[in-house]
């Protein structure tokens, strides 16, 4: 499986992460990717960046030798209507927007609410991908969320960290499983991403990988084989 893309970094601006910008893109450029991304947690998440910090990415550079490089944000869902925590002012200059349910910032609800949640934030035409959408303690309708991510153009994320022996997230395989299969029958695309927090994770989708190939899904609806069609999913125009 041709695997050249990871869109969901972190970097010390995250505050619970552990390498510079220039170390995660370097490691990244060493195994080979051709397109990455660096997404610190927007700011509802305890210890990152003021928003002040994502209306700057102007200044930085899109190439580093071969690779792109895009600059996003990892959204924090906020409630079950979808919120999230940035405006559409800072959202619109973003190469990509990731959302995600997480624990310091959101309380998780029942299966009807927190799916809810998710197909919420996918109504907001800057985000372009959910995270990890595999945690057992956020139950949700993974028929509803495969058919919204269709309706409404958004990639699902296979998430390297979740399904690693060290992920505090729960039934993450279970829940790939039965979200994979619903993504086969309605043909709705997902993406590989390390979820790095450190330069030695950077492309690692091992974990990912091996998920994808135990449950035989076709390699046509990966994006990090279709590299072609990533960039109809993304903010970021390479125009």
């Known amino acids: 499986m041709t695997d050249k893309i990871d869109l969901h970094t972190h970097t010390i601006a995250s505050g619970h992460a552990y390498s510079t910008r220039n ?5 990244a450029a ?3 990717m051709e397109v990455f991304a660096i997404t610190e947690h927007a700011p509802a998440m305890p210890g990152t960046c003021h928003q002040m910090y ?8 899109r190439v580093y030798g071969n690779m792109t490089v895009l600059y996003g944000v990892e959204l924090n869902i906020l409630d079950y209507e979808g919120n999230i925590d940035l405006p559409e002012s800072i959202l619109k200059e973003m190469d990509l927007a990731l959302a995600s349910l997480h624990p310091p910032c959101y309380g998780s609800g029942s299966r009807k609410e927190n799916t ?13 991908i959910i995270a990890h959408p595999d945690d057992g303690r956020f139950p949700v309708d993974y028929e509803k969320l495969v058919q919204a991510a269709k309706e409404y153009h958004i990639l699902l994320e296979i998430n390297n960290s979740s399904l690693s022996p ?3 997230r729960e039934n993450a395989r279970e829940n ?16 590989m991403d390390s979820d790095a927090h450190v ?28 590299s072609e069609k990533l960039f ?4 970021y125009s390479q125009k």
């Open 232 to 235: 109809e999913y993304l903010n």
């Open 23 to 27: 170390e995660m893109i370097l490691a």
């Open 54 to 61: 994502f209306m700057n990415y102007r200044v930085l550079p």
């Open 30 to 32: 060493q195994k080979g």
């Open 176 to 191: 790939y499983r039965e979200m994979l299969k619903l993504c086969e029958r309605y043909q709705v695309p997902v993406v």
């Open 166 to 168: 060290t992920s505090y």
């Open 199 to 226: 330069d030695s994770s950077a492309g690692e989708h091992r974990f990912s990988r091996r998920m994808l190939e135990e449950a035989g899904f076709p390699e046509e609806l990966v994006i990090n084989s279709q």
């Open 116 to 128: 809810s949640a998710y197909i919420g934030a996918m109504k907001n035409p800057y985000v372009n």
